[in-house]
């Protein structure tokens, strides 16, 4: 059994920063030496859910360019948690922010998450980050 927790979400001004959490209780146990992925997701109202950040088990890093240089992901494997580092908020960062995974999360995954991210196998429930300028 999955779960994936989100927290860290809140307000903050732009050029401030937040950190985000997510823990995947039951990853290790499912894993079976299989390639995983974790993901950070955004959506805002009326708006489709876009790809942020993601990770893979062996730390291989993908980001969307708005981000890039902003925000940094990373992974503590014995908390089966992820994190989401994110600096010089701007308000269009503004949104739910959603962790997610995939496994096995096959080779050119991470890049079709990116544009796609409904193909992931499970979700969290999403924690909410408002930017105010």
């Known amino acids: 059994q999955l779960n994936l927790a989100e927290s860290g979400g809140g307000s903050a001004q732009a050029g401030g920063s937040l950190r985000l959490s997510c823990t995947a209780s039951?990853?290790?146990?499912?894993?079976?030496?299989?390639?995983?992925?974790l993901g950070w997701f955004r959506q805002t109202p009326g708006k489709v859910r876009e790809a942020v950040a993601i990770?893979?088990?062996?730390?291989?890093?993908k980001y969307r360019e708005s981000v890039s240089g902003r925000f940094t992901i990373s992974q503590d494997d014995a908390k089966e948690s992820i994190y989401l580092q994110m600096n010089s908020l701007k308000p269009e960062d503004t949104g739910m922010y959603y962790c997610?995974?995939?496994?096995?999360?096959?080779?050119?995954?991470?890049?079709?998450?990116?544009?796609?991210?409904?193909?992931?196998?499970?979700w969290g429930i999403g924690t909410e980050v408002r930017i105010s300028s």
């Open positions: 997610a995974l995939e496994i096995p999360c096959l080779p050119g995954s991470m890049a079709l998450m990116l544009e796609d991210p409904n193909g992931m196998d499970y």
């Open positions: 990770i893979d088990n062996g730390g291989t890093t």
């Open positions: 039951g990853l290790s146990s499912m894993r079976h030496s299989r390639r995983s992925c």
